[in-house]
C-alpha cells in the first residue's frame, strides 16, 4: 500500500480556485489509479474524481464536472484536484484515495483529510 499525505485545503470564496496535493510514499505510484471523495458537514463521504493508474482516464461526478480537474504526476508521486469556480456547497473534508490498478477504493489507501471552506 502507498501512504497518503493530502494539502492545500483552506478557505476561499466563492467563484476562486484551489489546488489540492495528494503527496504518496510507500510504494511505486504511476501503478495505483487515484481518487479524491469528500465529506460535507453533517454527510456522507461521496466520490469526487478520479484517474486511471494507465491512460489517464478521468472520471467526475456531475456536481463538480466542468469546474474540478483531477490530474497527476507520476514523477512526483503526487495526485491533483484543481478546483475552479468553487460554490459554498464544495465545502468539505477532502480525503484522496489509491488503489492498486484497477482495485476498488474502500480497500485501498486513505489520506487523512484537508478542509475545504468556501464562503459565500
Known amino acids: 500500500q502507498v501512504q497518503l499525505v493530502e494539502s492545500g485545503g483552506g478557505v476561499v470564496q466563492a467563484g476562486g480556485s484551489l489546488r489540492l496535493s495528494c503527496a504518496a510514499s510507500?510504494?511505486?505510484?504511476?501503478?495505483?489509479?487515484m481518487a479524491w471523495f469528500r465529506r460535507p458537514p453533517g454527510k456522507e463521504r461521496h466520490f469526487v474524481a478520479s484517474?486511471?493508474?494507465?491512460?489517464?482516464?478521468?472520471v467526475y461526478a456531475d456536481s463538480v464536472k466542468g469546474r474540478f480537474t483531477v490530474s497527476r504526476d507520476n514523477a512526483k508521486s503526487t495526485g491533483y484536484l484543481q478546483m475552479n469556480s468553487v460554490k459554498p456547497e464544495d465545502t468539505a473534508v477532502y480525503y484522496c484515495?489509491?488503489?492498486?490498478?484497477?482495485?476498488?477504493?474502500?480497500?485501498?489507501?486513505w489520506g487523512q483529510g484537508t478542509q475545504v471552506t468556501v464562503s459565500s
Open positions: 510507500g510504494r511505486t505510484f504511476s501503478s495505483y489509479s
Open positions: 484515495a489509491a488503489a492498486y490498478r484497477d482495485g476498488t477504493w474502500e480497500f485501498g489507501s
Open positions: 484517474i486511471r493508474w494507465t491512460g489517464g482516464i478521468t
